[in-house]
């Protein structure tokens, strides 16, 4: 029995749209940063055939049925029983695909002794869920070319900020992200911009990260992010994953910046919002977004550790 753990992480600027090429390469170079407190925990056991439990109810995931088809091409991997835990809603922009196969991963590695360093971790992470290559890693992690592979540009230490999630509604998603990428690509009229300009949003965040500039890190962020969300709203079907309390969240977080509090927002494929804050602040930002209309609840997390094998029997 192997037990691994990992935590979700949040692009600081997005990764949305696939290149054309096998390996599940994204087509927008992103910067994420490493989240402590929510986590995906992912216990296996030899089993007679495959079987997946996702918070202790059995599950059939296309997606991790797949990445084993992959991983079998490739190594000597009996049946084995999943059982993945995730301490914050599944599917819901969250993340929960990033920590989820950034544990799997880690714990196959551990189970069937693979050997495999941390950067191919990294890079079959990838192929099950591109942001979860991002995830074998602590601190402000970097996805982008020429090699596509996850690396750490600064550890958290660097520099140690805070991220509230206003938790705005638990539901899974109606849109998986893969399918999302696909429309965007063939229908946004805004797609080839949004690839074309996601070098330069890269390398001013990494700039502003290394420097800790919070004014230039905080305007690089929303603009990556209001440009992904263009993109999504302007595909066909079109993705609108917001609800009135996100553009509530959104209002918030800029009246807090305009007030002096070093907070920036960003969204994912769902309508929560994660506000970014120096930690001095996460209380103002945790009660301002807590007071909003239509925030359920609202989560703190600071930065968290890579992927890690917790116990292997
Ligand atoms: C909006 O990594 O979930 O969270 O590779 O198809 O599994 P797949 O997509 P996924 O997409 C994440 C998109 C995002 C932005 C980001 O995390 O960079």
């Not at 929510?38 to 296309?62: E, M």
């Not at 990838?126 to 970097?142: D, P």
């Not at 079907?237 to 002096?260: E, F, H, I, Q, S």
Request: hydrophobic share 40%.
């Amino acid at each position: 029995m192997t037990t691994a753990t990992a935590h979700p992480n949040i692009a600081l600027v997005k990764y949305w749209g696939k290149q054309l090429v096998r390996g599940n390469f994204p087509a927008t170079a992103n910067v994420s940063i490493t989240l402590s407190d929510l986590v995906t925990t992912t216990t296996l056991t030899d089993a007679a055939n495959d079987r997946v439990t996702l918070n202790g109810a059995p599950a059939d995931d296309p997606k991790i049925n797949s990445f084993l088809g992959l991983l079998r091409e490739s190594f000597d991997i009996g049946p084995l029983h999943i059982d993945t835990r995730n301490n914050f809603p599944t599917g819901a922009g969250l993340a929960s695909s990033a920590s989820g196969f950034a544990a799997l991963i880690t714990a196959i590695n551990a189970h069937t002794n693979l050997g495999l360093d941390t950067q191919a971790l990294s890079g079959w992470a990838r192929q099950g869920s591109a942001s979860a290559a991002r995830s074998l890693y602590a601190g402000f992690v970097s996805l982008a070319p020429p090699d596509w592979q996850a690396e750490v540009i600064a550890d958290a230490q660097h520099w140690p900020l805070a991220t509230v999630v206003a938790v705005t509604d638990e539901a899974a998603k109606s849109v998986s992200s893969s399918v999302g990428m696909e429309y965007s690509r063939r229908t946004s009229p805004y797609y080839d911009h949004w690839v074309g300009s996601s070098g330069q949003d890269h390398a001013a965040a990494v700039q502003a990260i290394h420097e800790r500039n919070f004014d230039a890190l905080a305007n690089t962020a929303e603009l990556s992010c209001l440009k992904m969300h263009s993109v999504m709203l302007t595909s066909q079907p079109t993705l609108a994953y917001w609800n009135p309390a996100t553009v509530a969240c959104m209002d918030t977080v800029r009246r807090l910046r305009k007030n002096g509090v070093a907070v920036f927002f960003t969204i994912d494929a769902g309508p929560q919002v994660k506000a970014i804050c120096l930690p001095q602040y996460t209380d103002t930002v945790s009660q301002a977004l807590a007071d909003t209309d239509g925030v359920t609840r609202t989560i703190q997390c600071g930065m968290g550790a890579g992927a890690q094998v917790l116990a292997s029997a």
